[in-house]
T-cell receptor
Framework: GESVGLHLPTLSVQEGDNSIINCAYS??????FIWYKQESGKGPQFIID?????DKRQGQRVTVLLNKTVKHLSLQIAATQPGDSAVYFC??????????FGGGTRLMVKP | DGGITQSPKYLFRKEGQNVTLSCEQN?????MYWYRQDPGQGLRLIYY???????QKGDIAEGYSVSREKKESFPLTVTSAQKNPTAFYLC????????????????FGSGTRLTVV
């Protein structure tokens, strides 16, 4: 079936650097994408979303980029902080029924 | 504040015992979901409910059961038939289903960690 996948299971960055977390999706009919952050022992929290009629959306220190040509989604975190350490999931709504989640990328921030 | 509450936070189950995980939401969401998360892995769908008194099996429903008698509540029972129940269980809700997901997607609870002793 259709699935969402991630390129890197673990990403380690220096505090203050920018982080980029990538996600590949396979369903070209997907029209809505979300990034979630999950801290240890907690439920995922919404970070930012983007619809398929956009290619970029910015939030506070976060930017999501969508490249529909190659079916690629990325999350950019500016000036990464220790509090950003978590697992990040991408999810897609393929206009079917539910969100499909990627496997997750663990972001580790080194002080 | 509106939200979704899971209880208990930690739960211990003896071999052969059924246990029930609670999930309550006051967001007036129609759809609710249960996911299982194993260490270092993603989310796997157990059951979902689009509306009261209706629910559907997800990808790993064997050994689990649910009910949806009230809009606010979607309890999950882990039965003795589930041979490897130790995991982190997440409940989620959404305003609606399908196209209506395009409004912040899911809201998740804080999870229940179930351990077999």
């Amino acid at each position: 079936g259709e699935s969402v996948g991630l390129h890197l299971p673990t990403l380690s960055v220096q505090e203050g650097d920018n982080s980029i977390i990538n996600c590949a999706y396979s369903n070209s009919a997907s029209d809505y994408f979300i990034w979630y952050k999950q801290e240890s022992g907690k439920g995922p929290q919404f970070i930012i979303d983007i619809r398929s009629n956009m290619d970029k959306r910015q939030g506070q220190r976060v930017t999501v980029l969508l490249n529909k040509t190659v079916k690629h989604l990325s999350l950019q975190i500016a000036a990464t902080q220790p509090g950003d350490s978590a697992v990040y999931f991408c999810a897609e709504n393929n206009a079917g029924n539910m969100l499909t989640f990627g496997g997750g990328t663990r972001l580790m921030v080194k002080p | 504040d509106g939200g979704i509450t899971q209880s208990p936070k930690y739960l211990f189950r003896k071999e052969g015992q059924n246990v029930t995980l609670s999930c309550e939401q006051n967001l007036n969401h129609d759809a609710m979901y249960w996911y299982r998360q194993d260490p270092g892995q993603g989310l796997r769908l157990i059951y979902y409910s689009q509306i009261v008194n209706d629910f559907q099996k997800g990808d790993i429903a064997e050994g689990y059961s649910v009910s949806r008698e009230k809009k606010e509540s979607f309890p999950l029972t882990v039965t003795s038939a589930q041979k490897n129940p130790t995991a982190f269980y997440l409940c989620a809700s959404s305003i609606g289903f399908g196209a209506l997901l395009g409004n912040y997607g899911y809201t998740f609870g804080s999870g229940t960690r179930l351990t077999v002793v």
